[in-house]
Structure formats: C-alpha cells, structure tokens
C-alpha cells in the first residue's frame, strides 16, 4: 500500500547505515540506499521532525547455523556513514541484535518526543530493517517502508521483505513519494 499521509509527528529510522555494513555486496547499490536516507534525513531535519540513526556494534548471544564474523572488524566498521551524520539533534541508538527496539532505548525515545509513526530506511532489508518496522508495529507505530531506500545481501529476500512482509505492517513508498509528504 502506498503511503497516504505522515502523522504529525513521524520520525525518521535509518537502520545501520555504517560504514562496515554498506561495504557489504548488496542486491541495490548501497550507495543509492545512502543517498537516498540521507535525502530523507535531510527533509525531516528542515520539518524538524526526529531522525534516529542506529547502528549495530555487536550480535546477539545464541547458536546459529548462520555465519559469524571472525577476527576484529575495523576499527570505523560500527561508525554512521557521513552522509547521514549524526548531525545535531540526531538520536543514535547502539544495538546488539537484528531490531532496533529490543536492549535499547529507542521506545522511550520516540515516546519522549511524542512520535506516532516512523519511517524506515537501511540494510539489511529482511534483518534489521524488517525486525525494526515489526517491533514498531508491536509497539503501536504507524509503519511506513521506503522501499528505494533499502536492500538486503540476497535479493530474494529483499523482495519477499517488500511484497510480503511490510505492506502487513503498514504502508510502503519511494524516496520521492515521502519527500512530497513532507511537504
């Protein structure tokens, strides 16, 4: 469904958009899932509406088939990219795991400025971004997904992310399509 309207008080969340993420093979270029973030980071931040920027710094304790980093990243992997910021007045939340409402203190973030429906943005489409846009959902947020403004490692995922995941959560739309809403 496309978005129809921003509550009065949306925030902008640009999931890890960092430097040791968007160095990753992706299935859309990472560079126009930056571009277009930081486009939307611009636009809120002119309406003064909240941008939160989160990145990861570590995973979640527990067994998995799936593949563990080994050694030490870089010491800038966990750093935002610097064409989002963090400019003054971001929020930036640290997480440990997929979502970025479980261990941190996001809720209460958007709580305290009386946000009512987030907008969301990054890498990976069907990890990070979709626990976040579920977990918003769970917590009473009006979900919007740019769609032009995340990907994923493996396509089809990405894709089943969009069609299937997200228009159940909420509503879906472009960069350009948001930026009009705005106003």
């Known amino acids: 469904m496309t978005a129809t309207t921003l509550d009065a008080k949306t925030a902008l969340v640009v999931v890890d958009l960092q430097k040791g993420i968007v160095g990753l093979p992706t299935a859309h270029p990472a560079a126009d899932i930056v571009a277009n973030s930081a486009t939307l980071a611009d636009a809120f931040r002119a309406k003064g509406l909240p941008v939160v920027l989160v990145r ?13 980093r080994s050694g030490q990243p870089a010491a800038d992997w966990a750093e935002i990219v610097p064409e989002l910021g963090p400019r003054e007045g971001d929020v930036v939340v640290t997480k440990q795991q997929w979502g970025a409402f479980y261990g941190t203190d996001l809720d209460l973030q958007l709580r305290r400025r009386g946000v009512t429906q ?14 976040t846009a579920r977990a918003a959902h769970e ?34 739309d472009t960069t350009e399509a948001i930026v009009k ?3």
Not at 118 to 131: H, L, R
Not at 140 to 150: P, Q
């Open 181 to 183: 809403l705005l106003g």
């Open 139 to 172: 917590h009473g947020y009006h979900v919007t997904v740019v769609t032009d403004a995340v990907t994923d490692m493996d396509g089809g995922s990405h894709t089943n992310s969009i069609e299937k995941i997200f228009p159940r959560l909420g509503e879906t």
């Open 118 to 131: 987030v907008v969301v943005t990054g890498v990976a489409t069907s990890i990070g971004v979709e626990s």
């Open 56 to 68: 990861v710094t570590g995973g979640a304790p527990g067994r998995t088939e799936g593949p563990r």
